[in-house]
């Protein structure tokens, strides 16, 4: 596992984030929040380009927090709110107080997360402009291991695009259709993890895709993060389509 200090300047590095520029409220359309064990949750909302209820995603960053979010999700949040989608970035942080957090402390913070997160899709669901039908989940790295976390036990979620992320627990009985993005010199997460969900995914005839990058670490270098971007429009385009009509 890469050192916290390590990762923490490797994001920064790799995607060209200053402190001083990153204040998430600056970039989101709109503030709601939410109440999630007895705590008030923060969720930016990138409402929809286009008019009626719309599919929605969920976004979700990793142990670095919203500063270094692992799959550019500011950016990625009003691409697919062009699109069609209805997008919405939850601050699940806000749950246990944290800004971002070492690896170590991860798998302590991961129930009280879920939940946060499953409240996050009650609170989505509701909204007026989304399509409570069709909900998906996208993370990177802790987000990934969140949104397959919730997928498993939720079965409102439709979809889950995941990079860097794994699921661990035992006793699986259901997942979505699931795009698998990887690096195979990820030393944070390995890329064995990527085959298990495989299998996993395999064994309940779930539909999926995965691609693992032969020569990227747990942050994807912009090269893969352009690759990454296509295979996720065509992931969407296949599983989870701005306009349902066009769904296979």
């Known amino acids: 596992m890469l050192p916290f200090s390590t990762a923490f300047t490797t994001a920064a590095l ?7 520029t990153t204040i998430v409220e600056a970039d989101a359309a709109t503030r709601g929040s939410y109440e999630s064990g007895g705590k008030r949750i923060a969720i930016d909302e990138y409402p929809s380009a286009k008019p009626g209820k719309r599919p929605a995603l969920i976004l979700l960053h990793g142990s670095a927090g919203l500063l270094f979010p692992g799959l550019d999700l500011q950016k990625r949040a009003r691409d697919l709110s062009a699109q069609g989608y209805a997008v919405f970035v939850p601050h699940f942080f806000n749950r246990t107080g944290h800004f971002m957090v070492r690896p170590s402390g991860v798998h302590e913070n991961l129930p ?6 499953r409240d996050a899709v009650t609170y989505v669901a509701a909204q007026p402009n989304v399509d409570a039908s069709r909900i998906g989940l996208m993370g990177h790295s802790l987000g990934g291991y969140l949104a397959l976390g919730v997928a498993a036990q939720d079965s409102r979620v439709d979809i889950v695009i995941e990079a860097s992320g794994a699921l661990d627990r035992g006793g699986v009985k259901r997942l979505p259709p699931t795009l698998i993005l990887h690096g195979a ?3 944070t997460v390995p890329v064995a993890k990527a ?3 495989e299998s996993l995914l395999q064994r309940l005839g779930v539909p999926y895709q995965k691609h693992i990058y032969p020569d990227e670490a747990h942050i994807l270098s912009r090269t893969a993060m352009r690759d990454a971007t296509q ?13 349902s009509s066009a769904a296979n």
Do not use: N
């Open 231 to 243: 295979r996720i429009q065509r992931f969407l385009t296949k599983y989870f389509p701005a306009e």
């Open 195 to 197: 085959a298990r969900l």
């Open 112 to 117: 009280a997360w879920t939940s946060t997160v």
């Open 185 to 187: 010199k990820d030393t």
């Open 14 to 20: 790799v995607f060209g984030i200053v402190f001083a």
